[in-house]
């Protein structure tokens, strides 16, 4: 018999989250993805995520399929392509948006990405290298290719960081 650590129902009805979202800590360095301050390998299983953030809200299947936790604004990404290891990256959401597979709530906790702290006010643009605007969209990356690391801002210079998105096909 596993141990789960999820979401409890209190006597209202409503599911709250394992963890307070605002002590949620998410780092990027060396383009490894850190969550609460452990390492978590992409592609890997959900276990690990869920360990450390509970049990999801909910699961939007499109193309991809997330594991959405509502309340602190993230999602997990998981290929239907794969047989195995399925979850290949994380997101995060800074600003809401219209997606299916955005979360009810934005996430309000800290995100490190190669030491520069970012926030949905972030000016990408004006962090410089290693983070570089891709082609004319609204998108900015970090042109490293071990790992997928964009973010979709507000416009094209790069202001207001509405999605944070971590992923990595290969391990």
């Known amino acids: 018999m596993a141990l789960v650590i999820g979401i409890g129902l209190p006597a209202h009805g409503k599911a709250e ?11 990027v360095k060396d383009n490894q ?6 390492k978590l390998t ?5 276990e690990p995520v869920a360990k450390l953030l509970g049990k ?7 193309v991809f399929q997330y594991q959405v936790w509502d309340e602190l604004g993230i999602a997990a990404k998981q290929s239907t392509f ?10 995060l959401t800074l600003k809401l948006t219209d997606d299916e597979e955005c979360p009810k709530k934005p996430f309000t906790g800290k995100l490190t990405v190669e ?3 970012i926030s ?4 990408i643009a004006a962090l ?5 605007q891709w082609s004319d969209f609204p998108i900015w990356r970090i042109t490293d290719q071990k790992a997928m690391v964009l973010f979709t801002t507000m416009d094209k210079k790069g202001k207001g960081v509405k999605v944070f998105l971590y992923e990595q096909l290969k391990p």
């Open 17 to 27: 989250p394992a963890i307070n979202p605002k002590d949620i800590k998410v780092t």
């Open 33 to 38: 993805f850190f969550l609460q301050e452990e």
């Open 42 to 46: 992409f592609p890997g299983e959900l």
């Open 56 to 62: 999801p809200s909910r699961v939007v299947k499109n």
């Open 82 to 91: 794969r047989e195995n290891k399925i979850t290949i990256g994380m997101q």
């Open 115 to 117: 030491g520069a702290a």
């Open 120 to 123: 949905s006010d972030t000016d």
């Open 128 to 132: 410089g290298k290693p983070f570089a």
